[in-house]
């Protein structure tokens, strides 16, 4: 068992996919098997051959020279397997593969003949002696037999490297596509990285120039919204590596965000939030709604004199989440020439992060009703922390 073993390892690693030890033990068991009863059965189909003779049956001796003659093939058909990585047509093409098989078949069915002439001599008691000169053998082809038993294992050896070599090929694609999907994730996760640094200096420039514009005016509430916004960067780095959060940590995080805007505008801005209890568990990405309200804010509130007014809504229509951010601000009809709010960072910002992490099942438009006042939505698919669900980054 251990010859067969030595005799499957040589050299497959460098000609075809490497067996494991314990599939190169399962095919040397089927070898020894398969042989042992082709053995079983010419030992009863001579048994049991009406035409043997006076007698019939068989000769003393015959049954153990039966099953030591195939031990040959038992130990050459491994061998043949290794030639088969070596010599198959689709490595070295049939003008090769064919003479070199000839070749060989020659070789190896003389020398199993030969083996069978001795074993025939040695264990069954006959008057007939067979020959021991391979010249007699070549010259008289003999070796026929061998020869079409030797193509028949070697047809065998070329359809296992085909189809090792074939499973080597689909694990190296199932591979190298999870390597790609690996490869994706990482730089998906580099771009969101990428657009979280953004996010956090142009908040956070944001934030001081409303709370510069206070000191002079009110100190006192200057820095309270100093105290504020330390609490919102501890915030906003403590989850610099979550992509997702409930909705309801969102608004949390929202609100500190609010209570620096109302020092500013004091009874001028109004909030008002409609989010059902069912969704507050819904997952979404990290500082999603901030950016909107910032340009409700800027786009909206900061260009009227009266009072500002911003609405954030949120409702689930099947397994879509829909979030809605408006404000009654002038919006892109008014004579003042109002800018649209989705050239600035914070929106661009928002739609490249959507994109990635959830790809063709989101979407995100901003539009200016012509009653006024800017309208953001957002469609994302509605899951929570304990659904198994999987973002593009993960894809």
Same mark, same amino acid.
């Given at each position: 068992m251990h010859t067969l073993l030595n005799i499957f390892s040589l050299g497959d690693k460098h000609s075809s996919p490497v067996l494991s030890k314990r599939w190169r033990w399962i095919e040397a068991g089927v070898i020894i098997l398969f042989w042992f009863l082709v053995a079983l059965l010419s030992v009863a189909r001579e048994a049991l051959n009406p035409h043997a003779g006076p007698g019939g049956g068989l000769r003393e001796g015959e049954a153990l020279y039966i099953f030591l003659e195939f031990t040959p093939w038992m130990l050459v058909t491994p061998f043949l397997f290794w030639v088969t990585n070596r010599i198959s047509p689709d490595q070295i093409g049939w003008i090769r593969t064919l003479p070199l098989a000839i070749v060989l078949g020659v070789i190896i069915a003389t020398f199993v003949d030969l083996i069978d002439h001795i074993l025939w001599n040695t264990f069954v008691e006959s008057s007939f002696k067979r020959t021991l000169l391979i010249t007699d053998i070549l010259n008289n082809f003999h070796f026929l037999s061998e020869f079409f038993i030797y193509f028949a294992v070697l047809i065998g050896g070329f359809a296992r490297s085909y189809f090792l070599r074939s499973q080597s090929h689909q694990q190296e694609a199932v591979k190298l596509r999870m390597d790609t999907a690996e490869l994706q994730k990482h730089l998906a996760e580099a771009r969101l990285n990428? @657009? *979280?640094?953004?996010?956090?200096?142009?908040?956070?420039?944001?934030?001081?120039? &409303? =709370? %510069?514009?206070? #000191?002079?005016?009110?100190?006192?509430? +200057?820095? *309270?919204?100093? +105290? !504020?916004?330390?609490?919102?960067?501890?915030?906003?780095?403590?989850?610099?590596?979550? *992509?997702? &959060?409930?909705?309801?940590?969102?608004?949390?995080?929202?609100?500190?965000? @609010?209570?620096?805007?109302?020092?500013? #505008?004091?009874? !001028?801005?109004? &909030?008002?939030?409609? $989010?059902?209890?069912?969704?507050?568990?819904?997952? &979404?990405?990290?500082?999603?709604?901030?950016? /909107? $309200?910032?340009?409700? =804010?800027?786009?909206?509130? %900061?260009?009227?004199?009266?009072?500002? =007014?911003?609405?954030?809504?949120?409702?689930?229509?099947?397994?879509? /989440?829909?979030? *809605?951010? %408006?404000?009654n601000g002038p919006g892109a009809n008014a004579e003042n020439g109002q800018k649209h709010p989705s050239n600035g960072i914070g929106i661009r910002n928002t739609i490249e992060r959507l994109e990635t992490l959830y790809g063709t099942r989101q979407q995100f438009s901003?539009? %200016?009703?012509?009653?006024?006042?800017? =309208?953001?939505?957002?469609? @994302?698919p509605f899951h929570t922390s304990t659904d198994y669900f999987l973002t593009s980054v993960e894809a």
């Open positions: 990428a @657009l *979280r640094m953004q996010i956090n200096p142009h908040f956070l420039f944001n934030t001081l120039h &409303v =709370i %510069s514009d206070q #000191f002079e005016e009110d100190p006192r509430a +200057a820095r *309270r919204m100093i +105290a !504020r916004l330390s609490e919102i960067l501890r915030y906003s780095f403590d989850s610099a590596e979550t *992509r997702e &959060v409930p909705l309801s940590q969102e608004l949390h995080f929202l609100d500190g965000y @609010l209570d620096i805007q109302r020092f500013r #505008f004091e009874d !001028r801005l109004q &909030v008002d939030i409609d $989010v059902p209890a069912e969704l507050q568990d819904a997952m &979404v990405p990290t500082l999603i709604l901030q950016p /909107l $309200v910032e340009n409700a =804010i800027k786009h909206g509130i %900061s260009q009227i004199e009266g009072q500002g =007014i911003i609405t954030i809504k949120a409702w689930k229509e099947g397994e879509e /989440l829909h979030m *809605r951010v %408006s404000d901003i539009e %200016s009703p012509p009653s006024g006042g800017f =309208i953001a939505y957002i469609t @994302l």
